[in-house]
């Protein structure tokens, strides 16, 4: 078991002091990396008190530590997982042999894109994040927001940890980029699409955080299988942070449809009732469904992918599970069948399965992503409600790969994944995503809630709090205004 040392500047388990030029490095990073969050972190709240959840080890059983902290005193720290003993690479061309320790040269290029595309994520969110917590239905939630945020930013650390170790002088100048860049700028924006997009209200940050997170659970199980060692052992702690995010999005929407259940069953199902009532109706909650999860779908790249067949080759990005649920981990035979657009219709063409290796990835997201709105259909179905959120197809709504939108924007999907006209597109969006008035009804129903034990209508509280502190509890101390 790894050694935490928690008395430096910079938590660690990779044993920072006795590498003094790394060191140095990261310590002359840090306060760029404060200078940033105060810019980009929650805003309206570096001062107050909040009851975070801090990494102090990798030791299953108590890797973590609670307390009531101000973010910008959060100690980001550097953990990577234990390492597993004579590790070999999992999978690809050079499967069986050593894990790779060092970079190998020739993949360096390759390996840093990997890195400084994943590590771009882990602050764009919080930009994106950065106003909410003037808005929180209580300060469960706020905590939590602040929560996902402070380990963004320690997931940055991880990332830059990676490029400032393994990379010399390119690896410091990712590093400084990765606090240059902003999401949702024109001039300097962050690397995916997804991560420029405005996430505004609370409905899209539990999309947010139930979708795009969830990518983000999926890349980096792909990257824990990775060959080489010290990503793969990066990636698997931060999996252990990441559950939470997911957590906050699943019970957050579950909450919206609670509550918006609950109201049903005074007012009626019509929608117009439903708003009037305070409550959101169940179709712009589908819209927004709708949105993040199109959107986080793209997060995983072309269906057809030589970048993906590469990295699968060179042992540099795995499977989800790639040693669990494959006996062929080579996959130079075999072949995907990819639905592909031909004129005003889709065929089947096979792919070979290297360059399908997103699409391979996607598909287990998207059961993952079914399970999770099979669980919001409960709350339904426990009201004896008819109606059912669904998951649109795949093919809905792209920007990405096969199925995006043409130059023409002659390829449009359904929610069920029919081929449509542009016409047909053009009459019915408004029905399938959310128009300006849903995202100005939303944005007016976001009032914040900062009184322990209170919450705003438009959702229910939580069946239990934080660490088994009560729903009650004092999540942020923040003077009330
Ligand atoms: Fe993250
Ligand atoms: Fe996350």
New binding site residues.
Partial sequence: MSVADLSGKIPNNVDLKSDRRLLRALESWQPKFIDWWMEMGPEGFQADDVYLRTAISVDRAGWAHFGHVRMPEYRWGIFLADPVPDRKIPFGDFAGQPAWQTVPGEYRNMLRRIIVTQAD??PA?VEQQRLLGQTAPSLYDMRNLFQVNV??GR?LWAMVYLLQTYFGRDGREEAEDLLHRRSGNADKPRILTTFNDPCEDWLSFFMFTTFT?RD?KFQLQALAQSGFDPLSRTCRF?LT??AH?MFVGETGVQRVVQRTCEVMSEVGSDAADVRRAGAVDLATIQKYLNQWFSSSVDLFGGERSSNAATFFATGLKGRFMEEERYTDHVCLEGTYELPIVQGDRLSVEQVPLRNAMNEVLRDDYVDDCENTVRRWNLVLQNHGREERLYLPHRRFNRRVGEYAIGEFGETRFDPQGNLISEHEWTRRRDEWLPTAADLAFVKGLMHPVVEPGKIAAWIAPPKKGINDQPFEFEYVRHPAA
């Fill in positions: 994520t882990e969110s380990e963004e997931h997170d983000g931060m942070e990441e995010h």
